[in-house]
């Protein structure tokens, strides 16, 4: 258990449609990462943010973005999907430690766009 | 850019057989390695990660790795695996502060009786 979790554990989207994913943080981990892990592949990092902040953001297109909430809340929203955005979504908290900071991930949710 | 390479896709070996699974990065600075286990249908578990220091790192039921800067290797081992011990493992690389991790495609272990 790492104190991680996210919300809806699997859904199922159509094409074009929007999708709202939800992760909640441990207590008092001030940064959050969202990964795309698809099928076979290792997780690639979508963005981070920290103290409600984008902090960093990996190749992906403006159609995915997040917010950050004083809660230890996050989510990862992504508008107009296509069938490539199937894939596992993983968010990961931490703490910022300037250095090597353990993140910890939640189970993930399971997006399937048909 | 900074990559993280996984030798091997699967790694099949018997229980109580000694097992090595190989990570190998690239990276011109000064890197922060880590090694994560992926039960089925589950999120990311850190084994053990390697900041600076010594370079033999121990973990979480009995699993270690070794940094190698010269090979810019981080394999990780186990003496004598279990049953349970059958997941997905995942090598990856952060630089600097509070950034991104890169992944490796992972490697399937299955640990069979």
């Known amino acids: 258990e790492t104190g991680v979790t996210q919300s809806p554990t699997h859904l199922i989207k159509t094409r074009g449609q929007q999708v709202t994913l939800r992760c909640s943080s441990q207590?008092?981990?001030?940064?959050v990462s969202w990964y795309q892990q698809a099928l076979g592949q290792g997780p690639q990092f979508i963005f981070q943010y920290y103290r409600e902040e984008e902090n960093g953001r990996g190749n992906f297109p403006p159609r995915f973005s997040g917010l950050q909430f004083p809660n230890y809340s996050s989510e990862l929203n992504v508008n107009a999907l296509e069938l490539d955005d199937s894939a596992l979504y993983l968010c990961?908290?931490?703490?910022?430690?300037?250095?090597?900071?353990?993140?910890?991930f939640g189970p993930g949710t399971r997006l399937l766009v048909l | 850019a900074q990559s993280v390479t996984q030798l091997d896709s699967q790694v099949p070996v018997f229980e109580e057989a000694p097992v090595e699974l190989r990570c190998n990065y690239s990276?011109?600075?000064?890197?922060?390695l880590f090694w994560y286990v992926q039960y089925p249908n589950q999120g990311l578990q850190l084994l053990l990660k390697?900041?600076?220091?010594?370079?033999l790192v121990k973990g979480i039921n009995g699993f270690e790795a070794e940094f190698n800067k010269s090979q810019t290797s981080f394999h990780l081992r186990k003496p004598s695996v279990h049953i349970s011990d059958t997941a997905e493992y995942f090598c990856?690389?952060?630089?600097?502060?509070?950034?991104?991790?890169?992944f490796g495609k992972g490697t399937k272990l299955t640990v069979n009786p």
């Open positions: 990856a690389a952060g630089q600097g502060g509070s950034e991104k991790l890169v």
């Open positions: 990276s011109s600075v000064s890197v922060y």
């Open positions: 207590s008092g981990h001030n940064t």
């Open positions: 390697y900041l600076s220091g010594s370079t």
């Open positions: 990961a908290s931490s703490v910022r430690q300037g250095a090597g900071e353990t993140q910890y």
